[in-house]
């Protein structure tokens, strides 16, 4: 573990190692994906997840499952799935990812059967994503490896550390 290791989402996501120095992680170019880091360190960004702090990627999550667990519960499919966070329990080994703001579903065992959670029977044992303002420097002041992420309060973006 790193303990100054974090991801950031904001038109695309960053991670960084020191607190000073952020890198864009280039397969998500400008996407707004919720992000989270288990307390072993592994890391989620959308429908994506990296065992190796954030270097490599592979997708976790198959909508063809999701669909199953609507299918299951009887519940009517939503017109879209916008992903709006995803979490991990610790104490009970469960991925939760929330759909739409208000649609949660639950796994636990990596993603291969999913759940629907009824959020009022919910435990709150979730760990939230803690939220820090950041500005990203343009393209032209940096060079093109290392984009500066400055601490300000101009635009939000989720860091989630360990």
Do not use: C
């Not at 890198?23 to 959308?46: D, Q």
Request: glycine share 6%.
């Amino acid at each position: 573990k790193l303990p100054e290791f974090k991801i950031a989402s904001k038109n695309g996501v960053y991670k960084t190692t020191d607190n000073i120095h952020w890198y864009k992680i280039p397969r998500f170019e400008k996407e707004n994906y919720p992000v989270f880091i288990t307390g072993s360190g592994t890391v989620f960004v959308g429908p994506f997840v990296s065992y190796d702090g954030a270097e490599h990627f592979q997708p976790f999550l198959r909508f063809d499952r999701l669909l199953k667990a609507f299918g299951r519960a009887g519940k009517k499919l939503p017109s879209r799935f916008i992903m709006t966070s995803v979490q991990f329990d610790e104490m009970k080994s469960a991925l939760r990812i929330v759909f739409n703001g208000d649609i949660s579903l639950e796994s636990a065992d990596s993603g291969k059967h999913w759940n629907l959670v009824d959020d009022e029977n919910m435990p709150r044992q979730f760990s939230p994503a803690r939220h820090f303002a950041i500005r990203i420097s343009p393209p032209s002041s940096n060079p093109p490896s290392s984009p500066a992420v400055k601490s300000e309060r101009t635009r939000l973006a989720t860091i989630v550390s360990y």
